[in-house]
């Protein structure tokens, strides 16, 4: 079968949703799709018991509902649904109450900015969205802490500036437990207590009913709570109050966030599969990695404002892909890797290896459609062509030039970048994860190793916490790695060393670092300053 005869037979395009799929340049062999027809049946199947509120997530006892979110009458009970409808309706009157300056701050007439603390899915989307979206019309122009990280903290803070007490402050975590998160509220409350603002008179809070932030929230007096439901995971929350209260005061439109997402989960509950585009997808997906993550997946948007759905896809896909175990607790270790930023950008970074290096990848290429906003007339940089002509050109020459060297891609059109279009590729991509899940016979809704990450952080705090006592107890002797961890009573003497190096860089930590002339890195001894 020649290239264009191939690309024709599979080639999904579908005007009313403005979505195109190209899965013809993945080298699936005949029969490939009779042969695999049992089991996306059987994924159609199980998503369709997910919908209607069977448990999915049996280590934790949760239904996942991130599909009642644009549907709510499909939630599997009417207090289910109620909470869904109400919480939209709130995010909307709270927004337009902020934007119409009902809702003011301590200490100016109106709120300018919006700042996020989150970490995860409760940042990631959020993100995701606000960049793909903004313009300069923006009713409150969004900032983001989104780590712990003291310098990232501090520059967020010095770019809002003197704009610190027309700011209000979103917190997000579902258990409200989540330390980076935590970390981020209380260097904010600082910032705030530092000009002489109130705190809770610029906070709202997104979190579960009960949870400590919760708590916290009520007994400060935050000006708002919204809900998150055990029932939606993190990776899934961008159309929740999570991402649609900061889309919202961010002036966007998340009527039409939804619209998108619901229009394409119902596209994508065909069980005709070449009518599927997310059932397209999970099975290219399946043949381009034998079923076992043997390749990585490379996006490549050309699209600026789509450059950071490459880490929104890297926790979705990554966090519910990765798994060690399936379903039958059978060891399979899988997953599939996600990187990516945008073209043409990579073609002048990562495309030669793609071309000439390593066959470790399928790529999966976005293209809109839409070069620019109507009202912009596009230049001619050349007689008859436009810089989006030239962009959609290296588009369709990277293209070719991979497939001219054996390796496979996916490509997807939209039609533009809207809220409707971010929608539906939120939605897709979610459904596509969920399908493969099923194909490989994993559970895509839990994430045993992100808590095993947590609890061995807590373990080395503990352990730092020794350190310090130790150190203290010395009363400024310097003390080696090795006497700093007999002194803790621990036996991880590499823990300790890195331990104490982070803190003797950090001068405020009262630690000091003393190492001969020419000496090894574990001659070094530590003390406290006297």
């Not at 062999?29 to 059987?42: L, N, S, T, V």
């Not at 029932?231 to 002036?251: I, K």
Request: with cysteine; glycine share 10%; net charge negative.
């Amino acid at each position: 079968m020649d290239l264009y005869t191939r690309f024709q037979s599979h080639f999904y395009d579908d005007p009313s949703l403005g979505l195109s799929v190209d899965i013809s340049r993945i080298r699936f062999a005949d029969g490939f799709f009779a042969e695999m027809e049992p089991r996306i049946q059987k994924a159609y199947a199980a998503m369709a018991e997910l919908e209607g509120g069977a448990v999915a997530n049996p280590d934790e006892k949760r239904m996942v509902g991130h599909y009642w979110l644009r549907a709510p009458e499909l939630a599997p009970d009417a207090a289910t649904r109620a909470a869904i409808e109400s919480a939209l309706a709130s995010i909307h009157a709270f927004a337009e109450s902020v934007h119409a300056a009902r809702l003011r701050p301590e200490r100016a007439e109106r709120f300018e900015n919006v700042l996020v603390i989150g970490i995860g899915g409760s940042a990631l989307g959020p993100r995701f969205v606000a960049e793909a979206l903004g313009t300069p019309a923006d009713r409150l122009r969004p900032y983001f802490l989104d780590n712990t990280d003291p310098d990232g903290i501090d520059r967020v803070f010095d770019a809002i500036g003197a704009g610190l007490p027309r700011t209000l402050t979103v917190i997000i975590s579902k258990s409200g437990g989540t330390k980076e998160t935590r970390n981020g509220m209380l260097e904010a409350r600082a910032q705030y207590e530092r000009v002489g603002l109130t705190f809770a008179k610029h906070a709202v809070a997104v979190t579960g009913d009960g949870s400590e932030l919760d708590k916290y929230a009520v007994k400060e007096g935050f000006l708002a709570r919204f809900p998150m439901w055990d029932w939606v995971g993190g990776r899934t929350s961008e159309l929740s109050a999570v991402g649609l209260l900061p889309a919202a005061l961010q002036g966007l439109d998340v009527d039409a966030l939804l619209a998108g997402a619901r229009a394409c989960d119902v596209a994508t509950r065909s069980r005709e599969t070449k009518k599927n585009p997310a059932a397209l997808l999970a099975l290219a997906w399946y043949s381009a990695t034998g079923g076992v993550g043997k390749k990585d997946m490379v996006l490549l948007p050309y699209k600026d404002r789509l450059e950071l759905f490459s880490r929104y896809l890297q926790q979705l896909v990554m966090e519910s892909l990765g798994k060690s175990h399936d379903l039958d607790g059978k060891e399979v270790h899988q997953g599939i890797a996600v990187y990516g930023n945008k073209g043409s950008t990579d073609q002048h970074a990562y495309v030669q290896q793609l071309r000439d290096g390593l066959d470790n990848f399928f790529v999966t290429f976005i293209e809109v459609l839409r070069d620019r906003a109507p009202e912009r007339a596009g230049l001619e940089v050349d007689p008859g062509f436009t810089s989006g002509d030239y962009l959609a050109g290296f588009f369709l020459g990277t293209r070719r030039a991979l497939t001219e060297s054996g390796r496979e891609s996916v490509s997807l059109v939209i039609d533009e970048v809207s809220p409707r279009t971010l929608g539906l590729l939120i939605a897709l991509y979610e459904r596509a994860v969920g399908f493969y899940a099923s194909l490989v016979n994993i559970n895509a809704y839990h994430q045993p190793g992100v808590e095993a990450g947590k609890k061995a952080a807590v373990d080395v705090l503990a352990v730092e916490q020794k350190v310090f006592s130790a150190l203290r107890e010395a009363k400024g002797k310097p003390l080696t790695v090795d006497a700093i961890a007999r002194a803790a009573g621990t036996s991880d003497v590499e823990t300790v060393f890195w331990i104490v190096r982070h803190l003797a860089a950090n001068p405020d930590r009262g630690i000091v670092r003393e190492l001969p002339a020419g000496g090894s890195p574990f001659a070094a001894t530590y003390r406290t300053i006297s």
